[in-house]
């Protein structure tokens, strides 16, 4: 039951480098999420998608682009980084929409430092 | 503007006690709202959903509560243990067919 994996787990990068965040999911969930956590600010919301090709901005969406050509993977590019990004980003799945008030299952997080 | 708000400060207590975190929120109706777990340098983990039509869900130790006149629930954690220490999320839908969370509230249980 590999649920949700990210990938890479840890990652340091310079200002300007395009980065992008893998994430998996099993279970053929429709919505797939990416969250950033800070200091201070708790999860916030980056982009969700509801199926395969069809995504829409959260609440923090500037700097970053996202696709799902397949159920399963939902990767979160950034453009050029910058230290601001520097967090980190949690991946979730959840089978159908938050409003049935389905839980949301989340991977590990991957810790981006940008330098 | 819309806010979910929970104690930035740790909550510290006896093991034994009963641990009582708070979640407030503010400009929102929610249908339901979601309590999780958060080990440090871990995912969160889905814990309890309590519905608005629900003044109180339990689950184990676990119990939540859900006033929608107040706008708050609360979570508590009966006989806590210090493998209970962790950070506690509230969560619910503000719009978007997405949760927003609170910051979350860590608790941290002594023997």
């Known amino acids: 039951d590999a649920g949700i994996t990210q990938s890479p787990r840890y990652k340091i990068t310079e200002t300007g480098r395009q980065v992008t965040l893998m994430c998996h999911q099993t279970?053929?969930?429709?919505?797939m999420f990416w969250y950033r956590q800070d200091l201070g600010h708790g999860l916030r919301l980056i982009y969700y998608?509801?199926?395969?090709?069809?995504?829409d901005k959260g609440e923090v969406p500037d700097g970053y682009v996202v696709s799902r050509s397949k159920t399963e993977n939902f990767p979160l590019t950034l453009e050029s980084a910058t230290r601001s990004q520097t967090s980190v980003y949690f991946c979730?799945?959840?089978?159908?929409?938050?409003?049935?008030?389905?839980?949301?299952?989340f991977g590990e997080g991957s810790w981006l430092t940008v330098v | 503007s819309q806010k979910i708000e929970q104690n930035s400060e740790a909550l510290n207590i006896q093991e034994g006690k009963t641990a009582t975190l708070t979640c407030n929120y503010t400009?929102?109706?929610?249908?339901?709202l979601q309590w999780y777990r958060q080990d440090p340098g871990r995912g969160p983990v889905f814990l309890l959903l309590?519905?608005?039509?629900?003044k109180e869900k339990r689950k184990e130790r676990l119990k939540v509560t859900f006033d929608t006149t107040l706008k708050q629930s609360l979570f508590h954690i009966t006989a806590s243990q210090p493998a209970d220490s962790a950070t506690y999320l509230c969560?619910?839908?503000?719009?978007?067919?997405?949760?927003?969370f609170g910051s979350g509230t860590r608790l941290q249980v002594q023997p």
């Open positions: 979730a799945s959840s089978e159908s929409a938050t409003g049935g008030g389905n839980t949301i299952y």
């Open positions: 279970w053929s969930h429709s919505y």
């Open positions: 998608s509801a199926a395969a090709d069809i995504t």
């Open positions: 400009n929102y109706s929610p249908a339901y």
């Open positions: 309590i519905r608005e039509n629900e």
């Open positions: 969560a619910l839908r503000t719009g978007r067919r997405a949760l927003t």
